[in-house]
């Protein structure tokens, strides 16, 4: 796998077969995760509201992307679920199927701006499901696997090594943005940076 900045392009993605095949697998089993939880056809009013149950999801890997807002208050959490997990559940899955769609093409991607954001979210979401199939939780759960990567099982290594890879990528493509970021932090040319003149507006 290859990322670089483009030059009429955000980001170009340059991918071997096999990684094309991994990633396409993983972001359509991430959105059909996402997908699973939606509503169902007989809650009509939520959907024209926009709002979910607000049950608690019961795969790990799917209240890993839609944690709970408050874990100590549970009428509190599912409120707010209530009224916004089908807003993110949505979002998630919009970014997931740009990035299957960019995707299907073949060749080197090049993607715009919005694109390369959306790869940057959909591949946090798949890291974070690898994560919890893994059973990783902080870095120390990582160290720990690649301390015994030898005593797993091949399924688990071939897991861990696409988990970096995710991670790595994930990583390339947060840096392009951020490059593709106005520096604020330089004065204009006399030194001036007030509000009432050439600064930013609030």
Request: charged share 30%; hydrophobic share 40%; proline share 4%.
């Amino acid at each position: 796998m290859k990322i670089t900045p483009g030059i009429r392009s955000t980001a170009i993605i340059e991918l071997e077969p096999v990684e094309r095949r991994i990633l396409s697998g993983l972001f359509s089993d991430a959105a059909e995760l996402l997908d699973d939880g939606a509503e169902t056809e007989a809650d009509e009013l939520a959907k024209l509201v926009g709002m979910s149950s607000g049950e608690r999801p019961t795969d790990p890997a799917v209240l890993r992307l839609l944690p709970d807002v408050d874990a100590e208050d549970a009428e509190r959490a599912a409120e707010f679920r209530r009224l916004t997990e089908r807003d993110i559940r949505e979002s998630k899955l919009a970014n997931l199927r740009t990035a299957l769609f960019t995707l299907s093409r073949s060749g080197r991607t090049e993607l715009t701006e919005e694109q390369t954001r959306s790869w940057a979210t959909a591949l946090g979401d798949v890291r974070l499901i690898l994560a919890t199939r893994l059973g990783i939780a902080t870095d120390a759960d990582l160290e720990y696997l690649l301390e015994a990567i030898d005593e797993q099982p091949e399924s688990t290594v071939m897991t861990v090594h696409v988990y970096e890879l995710l991670t790595w990528a994930q990583d390339r493509i947060t840096s392009i943005l951020l490059e593709t970021l106005p520096d604020l932090g330089e004065d204009d040319e006399d030194g001036d940076n007030d509000l009432g003149n050439e600064g930013p507006q609030h």
